[in-house]
């Protein structure tokens, strides 16, 4: 059993609404066993991992799990479930799990979820499997690990983990935005994160935002220039000075009261500080500890305070206290630190809201201070401190005080981080207590300003040894958004079978229109604000994300396609407005979709994922599309269900209308907006852009579920026809349905690539041409099905006399010659009279239909890629050709296409 591939789904997905990652198995040997088959395994796999016996499984009540081991269940899995509690065994709180068959025998996808904030690239998920497959193979062949071995894995799993998750204060702020509905998207593994969308988005990484300070980070970062800056404005510091040589730092001993401080004029975190000194050996000693700069200060009593200050207001205050021990008569103080390190609150560095208190040389010192060793053994109550500093980093603990600061603290505080320019900063203050007023002006200085900390750790104010907690990544996240902004701009979401490029194209035209700078993303690229940043099939979560985060973007349209959703899930929690196109047909045989169900199944997620009060915008046309009303998580009666159709008496429309519903329907030649009774036309067919005089019947379809969308999020009726009238499709939305001139012949390019989108196309060209005039160069992706394939066919012999075949460049996993090969097959099985012809390459099947084709004919072009497309047909002379391209003698559309104006209806009732 081995694990094949892995990926990760970064968003919500066709499993579940939050990240997961999918293990594709292949069980080897053990394809075909269960474990009913293999004598002792389940007894001997429970005994390795008890936990198992809870598992619910399929039955919904502990146990189920142990029931489908004994009465027989495949390996992979008994793999899911081991890996979940190997998570939780190691606290990675993950419940969620599925196996499902991957189509070839003893595979088998295993799905389980990950935690919502974990890294993308995270190594921990495929750790956890590996070790559940080592676990379960030894199981299955002997005793299974020992304790220890076990014990031992989980060990290193569970630092792994922890290495790998945000720290407390970075975890307060993910929690307190998601809180308030505000979108995270951490960056790899740090601790950076991006807070919101487009133009409103924030970034922060840890307690720093991008609104901090550049030259108060520097101010803070050193420590002398800290001290005079606020020594120079009056505030209280302790008297010292900044030590270059070691001959600085004994000079300023001799200049200051004894005893001194000296510590890093850049140091963070505690680190190389040095109390108590009041010797020229000890000030020496510690100068060299410091190994650079170093800053000598008088060392004041009293108390050792931090004050958190986020946007000018004191939002948290905490006594620190260092690390120290607390005799019992009995044990060692090695002993005593042992028993504290098995607290689970401490862990190593700042991965937990406690430290671990580490015995070193700075430990043998203030032991030594007091007379002990780590040996010593102290009686009983006795407390014994290990650290001269307080710091949490070095094992100190916390007292909550934020309710007894006093006024005069709390503006003193304030001074400190205008004078600073931090928007967050944590003051450390030496008082004799933080609850009374302060000495104004007195000599000697006894009280004071310590140092100024940019990016100050949360974790003494999120969880204080002592006192009540409180939540400051809240604090910070209401300063990044005030005034309860969630942080997000509209989003729609669109996707669908056919037409999805041009919806998502036209929806970011009509929203621009409106003043909204619009971020895109398609299958031809990534647009931001009009300018195209990358080319590329941009229809994945990476790509949305791209979007959101950029700080230009105020709407974003993404096209959201089915490979993206499938292989990485989708790349945004929550769209405005989503729209579904059609269903038919494609791509099927690809990514486990073996249905047009299976195709439904997927694309419903972008409907799943419209946030309640959201709308929805639906084909009324298309019965798969349909059902996705039906489905328990899209709740309709939680967003507003918009369809659209062609066909004003669609009976789905005429009932959802009837109860007052929304809807946009071509109407006697005209695009309409529908409202209960009341009817606003917009525009006619004729006059839309790509339309053809109205002879492409499928634009109309594609216009009304963009201006349904753009309605959705405020697009003004009265502004609609000008805005669709300014579209142009050859610049805006080239290489679908984008007609050339070449002489006295048409060139008609397009996209499609399935059965419904050629039907589509060649109806148009019908319309236009007659059915008989029509030649054809086409090329279809070799990672269709062979019967998708043979569909495609069916409908080009359908539809016409004489067709070019060449394959694409991509072959897509076919060998040479065979897409068009079993093309050809089909097509004069289908039409035996047919003129087939197959070509060598796009440049050779262009030149050739062209040479097949007479003046007043049209030549359709099905290409791959449009760019050579494009430059080729440039190449050969031919010019874009606008207007609509009708014979003389053959009309546009059906008569009842050129009715008059429909009458607005009033509100009935």
């Not at 390795?48 to 598992?55: C, D, K, R």
């Not at 308030?180 to 994160?193: A, K, W």
């Not at 600073?420 to 000599?443: C, M």
């Not at 060449?806 to 996993?813: A, L, Q, V």
């Amino acid at each position: 059993m081995k694990i094949e591939s892995l990926r990760r789904l970064r968003g919500p997905n066709v499993y579940l609404s939050r990240p997961a990652v999918v293990a594709r198995l292949c069980l080897g040997d053990l394809a075909g066993v269960e474990t009913a088959d293999v004598t002792g395994f389940t007894e001997r796999l429970l005994r390795a991992v008890p936990g198992l016996t809870e598992h619910h499984c399929a039955a919904g009540t502990p146990g189920g799990f142990v029931s489908r081991l004994r009465g027989g269940t495949y390996f992979g899995h008994v793999t899911e479930h081991v890996a979940i509690e190997l998570s939780q065994l190691i606290g990675r709180d993950v419940s969620f799990g599925r196996t499902v068959g991957a189509g070839g025998t003893g595979e088998y996808d295993v799905i389980l979820e990950c935690p919502v904030d974990e890294s993308p690239e995270s190594p921990v998920p495929g750790e956890l499997f590996r070790a559940a497959i080592d676990l379960v193979l030894e199981v299955h062949g002997g005793a299974g690990p020992s304790a220890a071995v076990l014990s031992h894995r989980l060990a290193g799993l569970a630092e792994l983990a922890e290495r790998e998750a945000t720290g407390p204060s970075t975890r307060s702020i993910i929690a307190a935005a998601r809180r308030r509905g505000i979108p995270v998207e951490r960056f790899d593994d740090l601790s950076l994160v991006r807070l919101g969308w487009g133009h409103r988005r924030r970034l922060a990484w840890a307690a720093m935002t991008d609104r901090t300070s550049a030259v108060g980070v520097d101010i803070a970062g050193d420590k002398h220039v800290t001290r005079r800056l606020l020594d120079e404005a009056g505030v209280p510091v302790a008297p010292g000075g900044a030590a270059a040589t070691v001959e600085d730092a004994l000079r300023l001993l001799a200049e200051l009261e004894a005893p001194v401080v000296v510590k890093p004029r850049h140091g963070r975190q505690g680190r190389d500080v040095a109390l108590h000194l009041s010797t020229p050996d000890e000030v020496a000693g510690a100068f060299a500890a410091v190994g650079g700069e170093a800053v000598v200060e008088q060392q004041l009593d009293g108390r050792d305070y931090r004050v958190l200050v986020v946007s000018g207001e004191v939002v948290a205050a905490a006594e620190r206290v260092a690390a120290h021990v607390t005799g019992d008569g009995v044990a060692t103080v090695a002993e005593l630190v042992e028993r504290v390190n098995a607290d689970p609150r401490r862990g190593p560095g700042h991965s937990r809201v406690l430290t671990r208190i580490d015995l070193d040389d700075t430990t043998d010192r203030v032991l030594r201070r007091a007379g002990l060793t780590r040996e010593s053994v102290p009686d009983d109550g006795v407390p014994v401190r290990l650290r001269d500093t307080a710091n949490l980093s070095t094992g100190g603990t916390s007292r909550d005080v934020t309710d007894q600061v006093h006024p005069d603290v709390t503006r003193l505080c304030q001074r400190i981080v205008a004078l600073t320019g931090l928007d967050i900063a944590g003051i450390d203050l030496r008082l004799p207590d933080i609850g009374a007023p302060l000495q104004p002006g007195g000599e000697p200085v006894t009280a004071g300003v310590i140092e100024v900390n940019a990016v100050p750790g949360l974790r003494m104010h999120l969880a204080p040894a002592h006192g009540r907690p409180r939540d400051v990544g809240d604090a910070i996240v209401r300063a990044m958004f005030p005034g309860g902004s969630d942080g997000r701009i509209p989003a729609v979401a669109v996707t669908g079978t056919n037409g999805k490029t041009t919806v998502t194209r036209l929806i970011a035209h009509l929203l621009t229109g409106s003043g909204m700078r619009a971020g895109v993303t398609s299958s031809d690229g990534v647009v931001i604000d009009g300018r195209t940043v990358q080319v590329a099939d941009a229809t994945g979560p990476r790509s949305a994300q791209m979007v959101l985060g950029d700080p230009h973007v105020e709407v974003a349209v993404l096209e959201t396609a089915r490979g993206g959703l499938l292989r990485r899930g989708l790349g945004y929690d929550w769209s405005d407005v989503g729209v579904v196109t059609n269903i038919t047909a494609d791509h099927l045989g690809q990514d486990g979709l073996d249905s047009i169900e299976d195709l439904a199944h997927v694309k419903a997620v972008v409907a799943e994922r419209v946030r309640d009060g959201g709308t929805l915008v639906l084909n009324a046309d298309d019965p798969w599309v349909r059902s996705l009303a039906d489905r328990p998580r899209v709740r309709a009666d939680r967003k507003r269900l918009v369809w659209f159709s062609l066909d004003p008496e669609n009976p789905v429309l005429t009932e959802h209308l009837s109860r007052g519903g929304a809807a946009y329907v071509l109407h006697d030649g005209w695009l309409v907006q529908a409202t209960g009774a009341r009817r606003m036309p917009l525009l006619r067919l004729a006059e839309v852009p790509g339309a053809y005089g109205g002879a492409a019947l499928h634009v109309a379809a594609n216009t009304l579920a963009a201006i349904a969308a753009a309605r959705a999020l405020g697009a003004r009726p009265e502004n609609l026809a000008d805005r669709l009238s300014e579209f142009d499709p050859g610049v805006a939305n080239p290489g679908r349905g984008t007609l050339f001139r070449l002489g006295d012949v048409a060139v008609f390019v397009d996209y499609a690539h399935n059965p419904a989108a050629l039907a589509a196309t060649l109806r148009t060209l019908h319309r236009l041409w007659g059915p008989e005039r029509c030649v054809a160069a086409v090329t279809l992706p070799g990672d269709r099905r062979d019967d998708l394939l043979a569909a495609s066919a069916q409908v080009l012999a359908d539809g016409l006399t004489r067709v070019v075949l060449y394959e694409d460049t991509d072959p897509r996993g076919r060998a040479p010659g065979e897409v068009s090969g079993l093309v050809e097959r089909e097509m004069r099985a289908r039409r035996p009279q047919l003129t087939a012809v197959r070509a060598d390459g796009y440049r050779d099947a262009v030149t050739e239909a062209l040479r097949l084709a007479v003046p007043g004919e049209v030549v359709l072009v099905i290409y791959e890629k449009w760019a050579p497309i494009r430059a080729w047909l440039t190449e050969l002379g031919a010019v874009p050709a606008g207007g609509t391209p009708v014979r003389a003698g053959v009309a546009a559309l059906p008569s009842r296409h050129a009715a008059h104006r429909p009458t607005p209806a009033p509100v009935r009732g």
